[in-house]
């Protein structure tokens, strides 16, 4: 039997945010002194850190909120590849890979080294990418990167071609000691009504 590995970046001060974007931060807000009885907590941070979905919301007004996400496409087997020294990913770089009747495709660039710091440049998801994977069956695609898109990309063309063929982003990973091969995928959303985004817990499960 496996063991479940957790593939979440840890969230504290140190997680690394979106320029300009809300740090994270936890505090007691009512200690056990105050309250009598008990510590009660309080976060605040952005719904793009660390590792956490985007519900399309994220980047059409149109697009369904977090709360309208089928949990199906964020539990059951996944593949993981791995596509280190890249600078964009498409259909040549997963070309020499047998990906048919994939659902869930993971991939490790090891691009994002120090995890504290927010990168500089990350490979990106070059958008024609999306209709290919879709022809496979992909229907989710996550990245240990914290865009499917260049970090100066205002367009989002990866992000929007992916939702135009119906396949869910998943960002942040953490898969430096994940080897490429078939695993079960486990990485719910909170039930967030209005939101945009939602911080995960992914972990996996290698498959015999
Ligand atoms: N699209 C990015 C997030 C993003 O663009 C962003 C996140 C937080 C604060 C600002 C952002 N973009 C600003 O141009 C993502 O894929 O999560
Ligand atoms: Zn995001
Ligand atoms: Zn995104």
Same mark, same amino acid.
Request: proline residues 6%; hydrophobic residues 45%; aromatic residues 2%.
């Given at each position: 039997m496996g063991i479940w590995i957790d593939i979440s970046q840890r969230l504290d001060e140190n997680v690394a945010v979106w320029p300009g974007d809300t740090p994270f931060s936890y505090k007691v807000n009512w200690s056990k002194v105050e309250s009598g009885s008990v510590n009660v907590g309080q976060i605040n941070m952005s719904l793009h850190t660390g590792t956490h979905i985007d519900a399309p919301f994220h980047f059409d007004n149109d697009g369904k909120r977090v709360i309208d996400l089928d949990l199906d496409l964020y539990i059951g087997n996944a593949t993981v590849i791995h596509?280190?020294?890249?600078?964009? !990913? $498409? &259909? %040549? #770089?997963?070309? %020499? @890979?047998? @990906?048919? $009747? &994939?659902?869930?495709? @993971? *991939?490790r660039t090891d691009a994002w080294k120090n995890r504290s710091v927010f990168p500089q440049t990350i490979p990106h998801i070059q958008p024609e990418l999306a209709a290919y994977l879709s022809e496979l069956g992909v229907r989710l695609i996550g990245l240990d990167l914290p865009s499917v898109d260049p970090l100066d990309s205002k367009e989002l063309s990866a992000h929007h071609e992916l939702a135009g063929h119906k396949i869910h982003i998943l960002e942040g990973?953490?898969?430096? #000691? *994940? $080897?490429?091969? %078939?695993? #079960?995928?486990?990485?719910?959303p909170l039930p967030l &009504? #209005?939101?945009? $985004?939602?911080? !995960?817990?992914? &972990?996996l499960k290698k498959l015999p």
């Open positions: 596509l280190p020294n890249k600078t964009s !990913i $498409g &259909v %040549n #770089e997963l070309s %020499n @890979l047998d @990906l048919q $009747g &994939v659902t869930r495709l @993971l *991939i990973l953490v898969l430096d #000691e *994940i $080897g490429p091969g %078939n695993y #079960e995928l486990a990485a719910l &009504v #209005e939101a945009d $985004g939602s911080p !995960i817990r992914a &972990v």
